[in-house]
């Protein structure tokens, strides 16, 4: 298998579901306005979807209209682009280019019995040490341009069933480029599936979310896969989650969207998230395996370990620097590891740079906002070993290591 196949095939990322749970208002005291207090509390909008990690904010007051007996639906978006340029550039990707990151509009229903979530428009998923797929292909050949899309039954506050195309359960970044800490995703999100089509059942009993999905994996369109996630918030600052899943059996399924040794894989995650102030600390540990499946190529079993720390900064709106306000500013940080087993002469599948290779990178985003309105800029480096010749960077594949420059501005609506 070439790299350039794995590493385009390997645009399938991770987000991690979540339960959220917003804390109902205190009883106004006896001196207190209650009218008032009602008042303020009916105009705050519920959590609307995609969900956003931070440090860019969704829009705090997002356009809603009045549908009647269906209730209200709230619309917002994002609208983006961003330039990139990097050394040794595989075949086929290009040393600069410029392209949308995205255009998309979401439509929520987050009240009452039946709701939904829709997502469309056109998008690209840069990725640290992947060839880059302009917003075009992207779009076409990924999820199309209903990336995502569900109805979800609430019957209660703890309890839900939601159909339709789903985000992934897995992994520590989502899939859109605004809803992460970086531009790009990284290396961990490499080994993820992003968006799967199937069924998913939540239930939160106090500090614990769990769920439960059976679907199509990597966008297969073969239902075979079953996850299970557990989310535990310690409290108000800290969280531990664990994700795990995979195919139920071997498929042979093999498209842009769906890399079929990925797709084959069992995949586990820990991740623990840390918020202090104007820190958030994210390390999380991943491990994969493919087994041996000689129908799709797989002769020996191969596994990847990885391990990675996000971490944000936001400044704070009084500092300054020469006087000039960092209020807006935030500097995300990504450092990750990450190694493959097998070899090819055992007829291992190549999951990264070759059977055997290992990687690491390192991943800057100084990043501003001012009220929908964002700017970052990024400089990411890859660093290949024990890579297998042809399979790695440049134009014959056998460079090393791949440096990037990013700029993305947009607004988020």
Known sequence: ??????????????????????????????????????????????????????????????????????????????????????????????????????????????????????????????????????????????????????IKLAPNDNFSIMAGKLPTLIGAEYTFSFENMNIGRGLLWNQENAVNRGVQVNYTAGPVALSASWNDGFYSDQYSWAWLSATWTIDKADTLAVIGGGNTKHTTVSTFATPVFLNNEQIYNVIYTHTSGAWTVQPYVQYTQVPVAPEIGAFHQASTLGVAVLVNYTFDAQAAVGGVSLGGFSLPIRVEYISSSGNIADGAPNLMYGPGSKAWSVTVTPTYQHNSFFARAEFSYVGAQDTTSGLAFGSDGNAKSQSRGLLEIGIIF
Request: net charge negative; hydrophobic share 45%; glycine share 10%.
């Open 1 to 150: 298998m070439t790299q350039g196949y794995v590493l385009r095939n390997s645009m399938v990322g991770a987000v991690v579901g979540c339960a959220m749970l917003i804390a109902a208002p205190h009883a106004a005291v006896a001196d207190e306005q209650p009218a008032a207090a009602a008042q303020a509390t009916a105009a705050t909008p519920p959590t609307l979807l995609p969900a956003i990690a931070g440090p860019l904010a969704a829009n705090a007051k997002p356009t809603s209209y009045d549908a009647g007996p269906l209730g209200d639906l709230y619309v917002t978006g994002v609208v983006s682009g961003f330039a990139q340029w990097q050394d040794n550039a595989v075949p086929g990707d290009r040393s600069s280019q410029a392209d949308v990151s995205n255009a998309q509009i979401f439509v929520n229903k987050p009240t009452g019995l039946v709701q939904y979530f829709i997502q469309a428009g056109a998008y690209s998923i840069p990725d640290v040490g992947a060839p880059y797929t302009r917003a075009g292909k992207a779009t076409a050949e990924l999820y199309e341009p209903l990336s995502q899309g569900y």
